[in-house]
């Protein structure tokens, strides 16, 4: 049986690809305040901010295309038991190649009614559908008569595939971080699961708040830091 690699994504694996980053030094995300286009009060507020907002990432995400980092983590199937689980709402890790994702923040090709995916339907996807690049907008409703909103995990609502994300690490033989500050909770405290035994590798060319003795740190962008893990993984 092939041994489990987990590989956690953050923004880092699709800087790359020139996908913008969830928020630079100023707190900003494409010159929009978080709170305003990432929370459940943001929506609430002004949904058709939020609607727009999602509409250019959309149409953003049709002309980038996955970059070395996200072909070498799908290529490590070959060898591997692979399970990514990516912060990132892109669907750049489907279209490289890799087949068993979990989005713990959502996907910005889906959209669902706002009056589902919660605790009442015990966050059932059978309202959630595929939109590919398209947009949506204010009056465009789901076939129950709710308003379409993006499918998207924001601040202040829960994170429905956690509890499948702390499984899969750990059973994970070999812990890989790769693009991601750590500073996102709870996805940020994920390492913290994997068995005591099982190393732990961060690809990041800034310095990471891990102090943990299981933790090899690659200091450098994530496509070639996949290089020099892919080449420590040839002598596992």
């Not at 690699?5 to 980053?21: D, H, N, R």
């Not at 959502?106 to 009056?115: D, F, I, M, Q, S």
Request: negative net charge; glycine residues 6%.
């Amino acid at each position: 049986m092939r041994k489990k690699l987990v590989v956690l994504t953050g923004a880092g694996v699709s800087a790359e690809s020139g996908v913008s980053t969830f928020r630079d030094s100023n707190g900003l995300w494409e010159n929009y305040k978080v709170e305003d286009v990432a929370s459940i009060e943001g929506w609430y507020r002004d949904p058709a901010l939020v609607l727009d907002f999602y509409n250019q990432r959309r149409a953003q995400l049709a002309t980038v295309r996955p970059n070395a980092a996200h072909l070498a983590i799908a290529s490590l199937e070959a060898g591997w038991d692979v399970t990514v689980i990516t912060q990132n709402v892109d669907n750049l890790h489907e279209r490289a190649g890799s087949t068993k994702i979990i989005h713990l923040h959502g996907e910005l090709t889906k959209v669902r009614p706002e009056n589902c995916y919660n605790d009442r339907d015990n966050y059932s996807e059978e309202t959630v559908f595929d939109i590919g690049t398209d947009a949506i907008h204010l009056g465009d409703l789901a076939p129950n008569g709710a308003q379409l909103r993006p499918h998207i995990v924001w601040f202040g609502e829960a994170v429905p595939y956690i509890n499948a994300a702390i499984d899969k690490v750990m059973q994970a033989d070999v812990l890989l971080i790769v693009g991601t500050s750590l500073q996102v909770y709870p996805a940020a405290g994920l390492y913290a699961y994997a068995k005591a035994d099982t190393p732990i590798y961060i690809i990041d060319p800034k310095d990471v708040p891990v102090r943990d003795g299981r933790v090899t740190h690659i200091k450098d962008v994530a496509t070639s830091g996949m290089e020099t893990f892919k080449n420590i993984l040839k002598s596992k």
